[in-house]
Nanobody, 122 residues
Framework: QVQLVESGGGLVQAGGSLKLSCAASRLTFSMFDMGWFRQAPGKEREFVASIPRNGGTNYADSVKGRFTISRVNANNTVYLQMNSLKPEDTAVYSC????????????????WGQGTQVTVSS
């Protein structure tokens, strides 16, 4: 079945940077819209960024200007470069894949990775 495996999480001080990766397998990666979501303790999962299969990007207002989503179809990988990190960015970050129209809602995405923990200390 489809696999999405995230990596690159860790502990970083406020103001620092991390780059997350999500390696996909057992799917035609170039046909899928890819997204990053995050879930902090006690909160619902929320949209972070997405990159449709045909280009363009979309970001949550809370990360706009600080995070950058990109993809390399030849490597079946989507990335999330996170700069100027804040303690409120602390969460488990998961990548997700979907077909069809671009979207920012959790329910629109069919395949999910297990997530990687990002902790930002103040």
């Amino acid at each position: 079945q489809v696999q999405l495996v995230e990596s690159g999480g860790g502990l970083v001080q406020a103001g620092g940077s991390l780059k997350l990766s999500c390696a996909a397998s057992r799917l035609t990666f170039s046909m899928f819209d890819m997204g990053w979501f995050r879930q902090a303790p006690g909160k619902e999962r929320e949209f972070v960024a997405s990159i449709p299969r045909n280009g363009g990007t979309n970001y949550a207002d809370s990360v706009k200007g600080r995070f950058t989503i990109s993809r390399v179809n030849a490597n079946n990988t989507v990335y999330l470069q996170m700069n100027s990190l804040k303690p409120e960015d602390t969460a488990v970050y998961s990548c997700a894949a979907k077909l069809g129209s671009p979207g920012t809602m959790t329910a629109q995405y069919r395949y999910w990775g297990q997530g990687t923990q990002v902790t930002v200390s103040s």
